[in-house]
């Protein structure tokens, strides 16, 4: 079966940087879009980005220019580069992935999900 798994998650100050990784197995990754989100303690799941099996990327307005997201499909791997990371980023990151969609901030459009990451940023 499809896994996603994610890893990369932790604690930084404020100003730092992470970067998540999410595998997947079980999937011929190259022609799955794959996306992040994130859920904040008491706050509803949010889209954070996407890329296309093209490599089209896409990101929410909250992390343009701070998140890089990117993929490796020889190693079935998707990446998010966190930089100058604030307390408002704190959450439980998730990795989705889609053989298709019409609208990547929809949650309920994915096919798979991992378990997720945490990522806490201290001010």
């Known amino acids: 079966q499809v896994q996603l798994v994610e890893s990369g998650g932790g604690l930084v100050q404020a100003g730092g940087s992470l970067r998540l990784s999410c595998t997947a197995s079980?999937?011929?990754?190259?022609?799955?879009?794959m996306s992040w989100f994130r859920q904040a303690p008491g706050k509803e799941q949010q889209f954070v980005a996407t890329i296309s099996r093209k490599g089209d990327t896409d990101y929410s307005e909250s992390v343009k220019g701070r998140f890089t997201i990117s993929r490796d499909n020889a190693k079935n791997t998707m990446y998010l580069q966190m930089n100058s990371l604030n307390p408002g980023d704190t959450a439980v990151y998730f990795c989705a992935s889609a053989q298709t969609y019409s609208d990547a901030t929809d949650s309920d459009e994915y096919d798979y999900w991992g378990q997720g990451t945490v990522v806490t940023v201290s001010s």
């Open positions: 079980g999937q011929t990754f190259s022609v799955y879009a």
